[in-house]
Nanobody, 122 residues
Framework: QVQLVESGGGLVQAGGSLRLSCAASGRTFSTYTMGWFRQAPGKERDFVAAIGGSGSNTYYAISVKGRFTISRDNAKNTVYLQMNSLRPEDTAVYYC???????????????WGQGTQVTVSS
């Protein structure tokens, strides 16, 4: 069992930056692919970014590529999402996920956090 706790959300103006963190419990963190997803009101939960267990492989949604960076610190059991050049359309609840997934861009993760709200004002 893995428990995930996100933090770092908040209100920011368009063009600003935020860094989300996701702390995981357990001693097998480095064996999991970690993903970030987001869900805006009335919409489906969409893939944002993912990172393999070693940190060597990263994946991004087209809408965030070049603006967001995913990273992980296996010694701290933590994954990060650095979000730059934020836009109002980035407003959503952001969820952290962990799993041993074949396709990191799908929602087939085993464990999910409770989410953190990101609001970008225009």
């Amino acid at each position: 069992q893995v428990q995930l706790v996100e933090s770092g959300g908040g209100l920011v103006q368009a063009g600003g930056s935020l860094r989300l963190s996701c702390a995981a419990s357990g001693r097998t963190f480095s064996t999991y692919t970690m993903g970030w997803f987001r869900q805006a009101p009335g919409k489906e939960r969409d893939f944002v970014a993912a990172i393999g267990g070693s940190g060597s492989n990263t994946y991004y949604a087209i809408s965030v590529k070049g603006r967001f960076t995913i990273s992980r610190d296996n010694a701290k059991n933590t994954v990060y999402l650095q979000m730059n050049s934020l836009r109002p359309e980035d407003t959503a609840v952001y969820y952290c996920a962990a799993g041993r997934v074949a396709i990191p861009t799908t929602r087939s993760y085993n464990y999910w956090g409770q989410g953190t709200q990101v609001t970008v004002s225009s």
